[in-house]
C-alpha cells in the first residue's frame, strides 16, 4: 500500500524558512515525478513544485526563486526547503506522486502557517 507523510509544517513569520518533507513508503513501481501542492483556506488546490525521475525541477511561479523541491535517490524521501514565506504561502501543503503508468498518490498534507 503507497503511503506518503509529509511533515515539516507550522508557524513560522514572514521572512522565515521551512523544509517540508514527504516520506513514502510501498512504492513498487517506477515514478514519474513528485510534486508539492498547495491548498489556502477558500481556495483551490494549485501547483507548486514538481521534481521528475531524471532530476528536473518545475516551480509555480509563485514561488520561483524562493523554493526548492529535491529528493534522494531511492524516492524515499522528498522535500521542499521554502524560504522567504509570505502570508500568502499560508496553505496545506500536499505531497503528490505521479507513477509512469499515470496513476496518482496523495499525502493527508501537513499546514504552513505564515504570520507574525
Known amino acids: 500500500q503507497v503511503q506518503l507523510v509529509e511533515s515539516g509544517g507550522g508557524l513560522v513569520q514572514p521572512g522565515g524558512s521551512l523544509r517540508l518533507s514527504c516520506a513514502t513508503s510501498?512504492?513498487?513501481?517506477?515514478?514519474?515525478?513528485m510534486g508539492w501542492y498547495r491548498q489556502a483556506p477558500g481556495k483551490e488546490r494549485e501547483f507548486a513544485a514538481s521534481?521528475?525521475?531524471?532530476?528536473?525541477?518545475n516551480y509555480a511561479d509563485s514561488v520561483k526563486g524562493r523554493f526548492t523541491v529535491s529528493r534522494d535517490n531511492a524516492w524515499k524521501l522528498v522535500y521542499l526547503q521554502m524560504s522567504d514565506l509570505k502570508p500568502e504561502d499560508t496553505a496545506v501543503y500536499y505531497c503528490?506522486?505521479?507513477?509512469?503508468?499515470?496513476?496518482?498518490?496523495w499525502g493527508k498534507g501537513t499546514l504552513v502557517t505564515v504570520s507574525s
Open positions: 503528490r506522486l505521479l507513477s509512469m503508468n499515470a496513476r496518482q498518490y
Open positions: 510501498g512504492i513498487h513501481f517506477s515514478i514519474n515525478r
Open positions: 521534481i521528475t525521475s531524471s532530476g528536473s525541477t
